[in-house]
């Protein structure tokens, strides 16, 4: 691991520039379920358990970012990536079941958005179809070709050389991103300034049996839990630092004023979502038609989802591509299969021609196909958020950090500090166990009434 300061590598981040990538890679899709999760837990328990669950990314994140620079905090080697990090402290062993939970939460994030574009697509076709022939109409609509059609787009994007460098797929990401979560904060405030009543309970829905509402109650845990979940990105953004001052106190400033602003976002959409719906709060807010009127703003809410999501399933799948292309290349350095280059005149362009391998567009084809279609047998959007918030909030936003910090601190078992910090490590595992329980429930519960690739909306 180079320490490079300048160079190949030239590091002009400031602290704005830091909190604003924290803001974007924390506010997507997860925004869309807050206003059902809050509804689940009621009107004390739900801004409290979501406040929590952003007191603890942040404290973890600051342990994280102490992490960036090996052995020591300010002076020592520069970590690059979030897994070089687990490989400096915690040694070889660690860094497998980091690997591990990185790329399943990565691909599992690229079920979800599968599952989200499509659902947001037929929203556009359904609102339509709700203001030409009225709210009773009958305007169902298939998810799977939607997902099929979301699925072709993403595998002719991932032919594209060099996407993971093309800036201006992150900035339109973004700024559609918070395109419709303002829309949908909006859209919420109207609903209830539209009634004027406070609605809601202490205690939340109660719609169903008791064990409904245990199970329920575990997926909105999952569900908040992915709302808050950058933690896998954090020395990334960090390696974007100029130096002086350190990156780790300039991490820390960035992730209190990135984490501050996007929890009291997610604070109001929550909140004031639930006082405009009450119990009968949507699973998401733009999909589950709280909203008829103005059509055609809940429609261009609905495409900022769609085109944040295209630019976002590349910027998930880029590394799984790239980790995955790499290890086969050096596997079989002498098959052609893998590193021929054939290249394809593209007409009517400046690009020229298209260069690609034979092993790029087999391999590239059967993963989005393989994610397409475990997205099209589990088309359910507040499960598939809350298992995979659950899967990844404990291993990368808790223990590896919790493990890293009390390694570089010589933290000795027994020791007052281990109890505390093995404790919080022990709680959060527990709540990612229970929500990853809420969320296979509700998936077995769904599929009992859904029949496969035949889910209609």
Not at 163 to 188: D, K, M, P, Q, R
Not at 321 to 327: D, L, P, W
Not at 374 to 396: C, K, S, T
Request: charged letters at 10%; glycine letters at 10%; a positive charge.
């Amino acid at each position: 691991m180079k320490d490079v300061e300048g160079g190949d590598h030239e590091r002009q981040g400031t602290l704005w520039s830091a909190a604003a990538h924290i803001v974007a890679a924390v506010i997507g899709s997860g925004v869309l379920a807050l206003a059902w999760s809050v509804a689940q837990l009621g009107w004390i328990v739900g801004p409290v358990v979501l406040f929590g669950f952003s007191c603890v990314t942040y404290y973890s994140s600051t342990l994280l970012a102490n992490c960036y620079r090996f052995p020591e905090a300010i002076n020592g080697t520069i970590n690059r990536s979030y897994i070089d990090a687990v490989r400096s402290y915690l040694g070889p062993r660690k860094v497998f079941f980091c690997g591990c939970a990185q790329y399943v939460n990565l691909w599992g994030t690229l079920v979800g958005y599968t599952i989200t574009a499509s659902t947001s697509m037929i929203a556009v076709r359904r609102a339509n179809c709700f203001h030409r022939h009225g709210h009773g109409a009958r305007c169902d609509a298939s998810g799977s070709m939607y997902m099929v059609a979301f699925g072709v787009f993403q595998l002719i994007l991932s032919q594209l050389p060099s996407l993971e460098n093309i800036t201006w797929l992150s900035v339109v990401a973004v700024a559609t991103s918070f395109g419709y979560s303002f829309i949908s904060l909006g859209l919420c405030i109207g609903k209830w300034v539209s009634h004027g009543d406070f609605r809601g309970t202490l205690a939340g829905a109660t719609d169903g049996s008791s064990g409904d509402k245990a199970f329920n109650v575990l997926l909105a845990l999952g569900n908040m839990a992915f709302s808050y979940t950058f933690a896998d990105v954090l020395i990334e953004i960090q390696d974007t630092l100029k130096s002086p001052p350190p990156e780790n106190k300039t991490m820390k400033k960035a992730t209190f004023y990135g984490l501050g602003l996007s929890t009291i976002f997610y604070l109001s959409l929550g909140c004031i979502g639930y006082a405009a719906f009450g119990n009968d709060a949507p699973g998401n807010i733009l999909t589950g038609f709280g909203f008829y009127e103005p059509f055609w703003l809940v429609d261009i809410a609905n495409i900022c989802v769609i085109v944040h999501l295209i630019g976002a399933y590349q910027v998930y799948a880029q590394p799984i591509f790239f980790r995955f292309e790499n290890y086969i290349a050096s596997r079989w350095p002498e098959a052609k299969f893998i590193h021929t280059t054939y290249y394809v005149r593209v007409p009517f362009t400046e690009v020229g021609s298209l260069s690609f391998t034979l092993s790029k567009l087999v391999l590239r084809t059967i993963f989005i196909m393989f994610t397409t279609l475990v997205a099209m047998l589990l088309p359910f959007f507040n499960a598939v958020l809350g298992l995979i918030g659950a899967l990844g909030f404990w291993p990368l936003s808790v223990y590896f950090p919790v493990g890293m910090h009390m390694a570089q601190k010589k933290i000795r078992r027994g020791a007052p500090k281990w109890f505390l910090l093995q404790g919080l490590s022990f709680l959060c595992l527990l709540i990612s166990l229970a929500a990853s329980i809420g969320s296979v429930a509700d998936i077995v519960h769904n599929l009992k009434v859904a029949a496969p690739f035949k889910t209609v909306y």
